[in-house]
Every structure is written in structure tokens, then in C-alpha cells.
């Protein structure tokens, strides 16, 4: 399951391994004294721990499996044989060997109930096996106890645990909480996105005196956007205060960024951050100044694409194509995505940006390039990225005639509703099913659930003209939006202004 496995993988190495130096000893029976049996097999755990830490999973579950064997074990200090049941635990999870790693982690939460990496590692394995809940109410449980958990935990598991979380509010508002009481900051950015999703539960959930501290920490445009947009804030905002006005709030967020970057000057990240930055305020040929330098390092080769920082490497360069692309230079556009592409996402093939220029290529009506983009990503996919591969596929064979196969994307989008996030209704303005297309926009708008997402589509903003293949997608749906019916729907539980942004992305 992408997105929950690698996260406490730095921490749990770094705080095994930490003071230790590796010297060659093993436990012999035979010529030792206990307490020279005890060093030895001490040492031999933080070497198996090591092995484990440079690669070689395998041969470390291996070690550990022996070591934990001896009759020796019940002569550590109980910190040990738990720090070695969970570096176990851990071992076991890379190898996707479940029971194993259930087995070890069992045994050290039978030492320490509330040992926070052992409660994380079964919270992951739970995920992994398909129990959701169980598995975020241990993650939670787990980040309760122990802040040094947090800067394993970025955006993209947070989404994650929002689309596997879907109808159990409760669960995603409780992690959501947590996160926020711990004042999580990835990459240094308040993640004012989250932020609003939890508001959003708080309010549903009847906790509506939290909500006026939970936007206290929202001041980016989108954000503010969306809170204007939903009449379920009135209480809470003042649109006519400055704080509120998502323009300003657009050159208050770009310009924290500068700061915050000024702290950091060589982390990609934090042009990453920037240019979308700029992307929202329409500021294109900045963003593309920003990138330059990494583009033309990418483009002379210099830049591995597994770098430690591909993944925002990626971001960057996907950034800098969204604004050739507004800038009308869409042979260059592609070919920066084409590189984006090229590096990894934590150490894997970054799904994201394959896709990403697979829909842009069924945008631009090249289907069978559509079709064998999307196809190198292969099938590990979070619910979100398989919707976006679907509605690729949809489009892609639209294009050339197959509705057979066009017809069984669109069948797999219909039945996962709750994950595709607007493709249904993309499917049925593709279909030029406006009726059908009301309707479900109107279901969106009543869901407390996606009635924010919804009403932030609806928001008039800046665009460029759009790609070939979405100009009639575009046009059918604004005259979605203005039927009477939807409107009466809008107009009940929020509203569509007309603002000087751009949204962030494509």
C-alpha cells in the first residue's frame, strides 16, 4: 500500500543504531561468562540491526531469527529484547512476511504495550492487510506517544490515510488531531490543506469550539478559497477581513516561502513549495526562472534520478511544466514531464508524474501514448492513482473507438466512487450526459463529505485556454454549473466567486 510503508523506517534505524560501532562477536556458550554472553549477544543484535539498515534484509531477518532463539535473550534488559523485537518486527515487514513481523512485534508490545514504533510498524501492517481502522487507530495511537514519529510522516501518507479512511470520520478526524496537537510542519509548511479537512470533521462531529484554532494555522489562498466558498464557515470568518482574502493571502504565503526558503537554500523542496506559490498567483515566467538551474542540471545529466531528493525534484520540474504549458510552450511542457518522470519517489517509479503526463497526453489527444504511460506504473497503486489511471484509460480508448474498454474503465470508476474524486462525473460530461452530470455534482455538493472539494471546483478563476481533448469538457461543464437546479443546490450550502488566481495545478 503505497504511501504508509517507509515512513518510520529513518527513525527506527537511527535510534538503533545509534552510539553503536560494529565489532565482530558472537555468543559462545562455551568459553564465556554470562555477562560476557549477554555483551556478546547484545552486539550481535545491533549487527544484525546494521545489516538490516545497509540492505541486506534477509540475511539480518535471518540473524535475528537465531539470535532471538537463545536462551540467552531473557538475560538483556527488557529495553533490549524490545528494542530487538521491533527492529525485527521492522525487518520482517520489508519482506512482506506479515505473521513474522506480527509475531515480533507482539513480543515486544508484551515487554512495552505502549512502545510507539511498535505500535506504528502493527499500524502499518494492519493497513497493509486491508484493516483501515485498526491500522490508523495504532498509527495514532503511536504518534500520541512519541512526537520524533512526525517528520516520518509527510502529505502524501496523510492523503493516503484520508482515501483509506473514507466513511470512518472518526479515525481520520482523530489522526488529522493528533498531527495538528503536534504541531506536524512537513517540510517546514504548515499543511493548511489538512488543516481544513479536519475543521471540516470538526464541525460534522459536533467539536465546533476547536474549530476556531484549527484556522488559526489555514492562511493559503486555496484554503481561504474554501472556507469562503462554504457556508459552514460563516461563523467563523470574516470575508471582508484582509486575513480572508485569498489574493492576499496568496502573496502572504509566497512571501513566507521566500523566508522560509532563505533558511534552507539548497532544499528542493522548498522551491517546490514556491513555485506552486507562483503557479497560483499566474507569476509563470517566475516559476520558470526559479527552475532553470535544475532543469538545465537535469537536462545535462547531472542529477541522478535517484538522488535523494527525487521525489521533489520531480515536483519541481512538474511545476516548471505547468507553466510552460500556460505559457503556450507545450512541446517543452511535455518534455519536462517526460523528465519528471524520470525520478524515483522514495526509491520506487514515480506513479504521480507517469501519470500525470498520461493524462496530459490523452489531454492532448495521443491515446496509444496515453495508454502505454499509464501502463508503466503497474498495478501498486493507492486508490487515488488507480482513479486517475482508469479515467486515462476511459479517455485513451474513447479516443480510438475501443468502447468496450473504454466502457470497462468507466464501469471500475462507477463502482469506486468514493475514491475517483470527480472522474464519475468527468466520465458523464465525456458522455455529454449533462442531466446525469447534475445530479451527481448536486450529490457532491450535499455530501458533507466532498462539499468542500466540490465547491472549490465551482470557484471562477483564472485559466488558459484548454487542452484539445478538454475544451468540450470544459464548456459542458460550466453549463453544468449554471442549470438552475444546481444553482439552487449551491446557492443552499455555499457559494462561487470570481477570484484573480489560478488554480495550482494543470
Given at each position: 500500500m503505497p504511501g504508509l510503508?517507509?515512513?518510520?523506517?529513518?527513525?527506527?534505524?537511527?535510534?538503533?543504531?545509534?552510539?553503536?560501532?560494529?565489532?565482530?562477536?558472537?555468543?559462545?556458550?562455551?568459553?564465556?561468562?554470562?555477562?560476557?554472553?549477554?555483551?556478546a549477544l547484545q552486539q550481535a543484535?545491533?549487527?544484525?540491526?546494521?545489516?538490516?539498515?545497509?540492505?541486506?534484509?534477509?540475511?539480518?531477518?535471518?540473524?535475528?531469527?537465531?539470535?532471538?532463539?537463545?536462551?540467552?535473550?531473557?538475560?538483556?534488559?527488557a529495553d533490549d529484547r524490545t528494542e530487538a523485537y521491533v527492529v525485527a518486527g521492522w525487518i520482517a515487514l520489508q519482506l512482506s512476511q506479515p505473521a513474522a513481523a506480527r509475531s515480533y512485534l507482539g513480543?515486544?508490545?508484551?515487554?512495552?504495550?505502549?512502545?510507539?514504533?511498535?505500535?506504528?510498524?502493527?499500524?502499518?501492517?494492519?493497513s497493509e492487510q486491508g484493516?483501515?481502522?485498526?491500522?490508523?487507530r495504532l498509527i495514532t495511537r503511536s504518534l500520541r506517544q512519541a512526537d520524533t514519529f512526525l517528520p516520518e510522516v509527510g502529505f502524501a501518507m496523510a492523503g493516503t490515510q484520508g482515501q483509506l479512511l473514507r466513511g470512518h470520520d472518526t479515525e481520520y478526524r482523530d489522526f488529522l488531531q493528533v498531527l495538528f496537537d503536534r504541531n506536524w510542519k512537513p517540510d517546514?509548511?504548515?499543511?493548511?490543506?489538512?488543516?481544513?479537512?479536519?475543521?471540516?470533521?470538526?464541525?460534522?462531529?459536533?467539536?465546533?469550539?476547536?474549530?476556531?484554532?484549527?484556522?488559526?494555522?489555514?492562511?493559503?489562498?486555496?484554503?481561504?478559497?474554501?472556507?469562503?466558498?462554504?457556508?459552514?464557515?460563516?461563523?467563523?470568518?470574516?470575508r471582508n477581513n484582509p486575513r480572508f482574502d485569498p489574493v492576499q493571502a496568496a502573496q502572504r504565503h509566497l512571501d513566507a516561502?521566500?523566508?522560509?526558503?532563505?533558511?534552507?537554500?539548497?532544499?528542493?523542496?522548498?522551491?517546490?513549495?514556491?513555485?506552486?506559490?507562483?503557479?497560483?498567483?499566474?507569476?509563470?515566467?517566475?516559476?520558470?526562472?526559479?527552475?532553470?538551474?535544475?532543469?538545465s542540471a537535469?537536462?545535462?545529466?547531472?542529477?541522478?534520478?535517484?538522488?535523494?531528493?527525487?521525489?521533489?525534484?520531480?515536483?519541481?520540474?512538474?511545476n516548471r511544466a505547468i507553466?510552460?504549458?500556460?505559457?503556450?510552450?507545450?512541446?517543452?511542457?511535455?518534455?519536462?514531464?517526460?523528465?519528471?518522470?524520470?525520478?524515483?519517489?522514495?526509491?520506487?517509479?514515480?506513479?504521480?508524474?507517469?501519470?500525470?503526463?498520461?493524462?496530459?497526453?490523452?489531454?492532448?489527444?495521443?491515446?496509444?501514448?496515453?495508454?502505454?504511460?499509464?501502463?508503466?506504473?503497474?498495478?501498486?497503486?493507492?486508490?487515488?492513482?488507480?482513479?486517475?489511471?482508469?479515467?486515462?484509460?476511459?479517455?485513451?480508448?474513447?479516443?480510438?473507438?475501443?468502447?468496450?474498454?473504454?466502457?470497462?474503465?468507466k464501469a471500475w470508476l462507477k463502482d469506486h466512487a468514493d475514491n475517483a474524486d470527480g472522474y464519475v462525473l468527468e466520465t458523464l460530461l465525456y458522455d455529454n450526459a449533462l442531466d446525469q452530470a447534475a445530479a451527481d455534482l448536486i450529490a457532491r455538493l450535499h455530501s458533507t463529505e466532498t462539499r468542500s472539494d466540490a465547491l472549490l471546483s465551482v470557484q471562477r478563476l483564472r485559466t488558459v485556454p484548454p487542452l484539445p481533448g478538454d475544451v468540450e469538457q470544459e464548456r459542458r461543464w460550466w453549463q453544468v454549473v449554471e442549470r438552475a437546479d444546481v444553482q439552487a443546490a449551491l446557492k443552499a450550502i455555499g457559494r462561487s466567486e470570481q477570484h484573480a488566481l489560478f488554480r495550482p495545478g494543470g
Open positions: 510503508h517507509r515512513h518510520p523506517i529513518a527513525l527506527l534505524i537511527a535510534l538503533t543504531l545509534a552510539g553503536t560501532a560494529p565489532v565482530h562477536a558472537t555468543p559462545d556458550s562455551r568459553a564465556a561468562t554470562t555477562e560476557e554472553q549477554t555483551r543484535l545491533r549487527e544484525a540491526a546494521q545489516q538490516g539498515a545497509q540492505g541486506d534484509t534477509l540475511g539480518a531477518l535471518v540473524a535475528f531469527e537465531r539470535l532471538l532463539a537463545e536462551p540467552g535473550l531473557a538475560t538483556l534488559p513480543s515486544a508490545r508484551q515487554l512495552a504495550p505502549e512502545e510507539p514504533r511498535a505500535l506504528y510498524l502493527l499500524g502499518v501492517l494492519e484493516h483501515h481502522v485498526e491500522g490508523a517546514g509548511i504548515e499543511p493548511t490543506d489538512f488543516w481544513r479537512l479536519l475543521a471540516v470533521l470538526q464541525i460534522q462531529s459536533g467539536q465546533s469550539d476547536l474549530v476556531a484554532a484549527t484556522l488559526e494555522r489555514i492562511d493559503s489562498p486555496m484554503e481561504i478559497l474554501a472556507l469562503r466558498a462554504d457556508k459552514r464557515f460563516d461563523r467563523y470568518i470574516d516561502l521566500r523566508v522560509n526558503a532563505l533558511l534552507a537554500p539548497d532544499q528542493p523542496s522548498a522551491l517546490v513549495h514556491i513555485s506552486q506559490a507562483m503557479l497560483v498567483l499566474g507569476q509563470h515566467e517566475e516559476v520558470l526562472a526559479v527552475t532553470e538551474p535544475m532543469a537535469v537536462a545535462s545529466a547531472r542529477v541522478p534520478p535517484n538522488i535523494d531528493d527525487a521525489g521533489d525534484i520531480a515536483w519541481l520540474l512538474n507553466a510552460q504549458r500556460r505559457l503556450g510552450d507545450i512541446d517543452a511542457a511535455l518534455a519536462t514531464l517526460e523528465a519528471a518522470a524520470q525520478f524515483k519517489q522514495e526509491g520506487q517509479t514515480n506513479i504521480s508524474q507517469w501519470l500525470n503526463l498520461a493524462a496530459w497526453q490523452a489531454a492532448l489527444l495521443q491515446p496509444r501514448k496515453a495508454l502505454e504511460t499509464s501502463a508503466r506504473v503497474g498495478d501498486n497503486l493507492s486508490p487515488y492513482g488507480e482513479a486517475v489511471q482508469q479515467w486515462v484509460r476511459f479517455s485513451a480508448h474513447r479516443q480510438l473507438g475501443d468502447t468496450e474498454q473504454a466502457d470497462r474503465a
